[in-house]
């Protein structure tokens, strides 16, 4: 016995085809009109951040020769807070503050991040509780151009403007940067601009350098880098 296929059968399917393809389509193009307004207006909050003034210094850490300047740089302006990403030693950059005669309420320390990646990844959120707008990005040259594109990629996604500040490091640095980790951390920075938008990553380790117990850090001991001067 024969079986008849019917012209009902055979359009059946590319019908449905046809409509999961207009579907897709029209999925596609909301994400596209989402992602182009987003971009326009991060790209007007950008260029209207640029011209504004400065409303933090975000220290990378890494050298010590970064704080001392931020430590210099935050003495005529106590009234912009500074956020340093894991880096020195507390009491090293208490004495720092200190020798600098700085004010140092307004002076937060993370001791979260473990990468250049995560500076930025638990840095954006406190950045953006405070309403910044426009950082001064203190990094060392031997920390560019990975440190720099990274941050103008997952800052600038959030509206705010980075203006680099390039410390000179003393000695030898220890740190090489590849061109192969540039690649890869910038590549993971596209992604995470994107989800950075809906997910918003906790530090559970943040501090107040007014809040440093310098009793207990002498009674333990510390060790500071020489370049510093501070410290034993």
């Not at 320390?109 to 473990?114: I, K, S």
């Not at 943040?206 to 310098?214: P, Q, S």
Request: contains cysteine.
């Amino acid at each position: 016995m024969r079986h008849k296929f019917t012209k009902t059968s055979s359009i059946s399917p590319l019908r449905k085809l046809r409509k999961q393809w207009q579907l897709l389509q029209k999925i596609a193009c909301g994400l596209g009109l989402i992602f182009g307004s987003w971009l326009i207006f991060t790209s007007v909050t950008l260029v209207w951040a640029s011209s504004g003034p400065v409303d933090a210094f975000f220290v990378l850490g890494g050298s010590i020769s970064r704080e001392i300047y931020v430590a210099q740089a935050a003495k005529p302006n106590p009234q912009i807070p500074v956020l340093i990403s894991h880096g020195s030693p507390q009491p090293c950059i208490w004495l720092i503050f200190q020798r600098e005669a700085a004010e140092w309420q307004n002076v937060w320390l993370e001791n979260c991040a473990n990468s250049t990646f995560e500076n930025f990844y638990y840095g954006i959120p406190i950045l953006q509780q405070w309403g910044v707008h426009k950082i001064k990005l203190i990094t060392s040259p031997t920390h560019l151009p990975r440190a720099k594109w990274m941050a103008q990629i997952l800052l600038g996604a959030h509206g705010i403007w980075v203006e680099p500040d390039i410390v000179q490091e003393q000695g030898i640095p220890g740190n090489y940067e590849s061109w192969v980790k540039t690649g890869l951390d910038v590549t993971r920075s596209f992604f995470w601009a994107i989800l950075s938008q809906i997910i918003q990553p906790k530090c559970s380790d943040i501090t107040r350098l007014a809040d440093v117990d310098m009793q207990a850090w002498q009674s333990q001991g510390f060790k500071c880098e020489h370049q510093g001067g501070v410290g034993r």
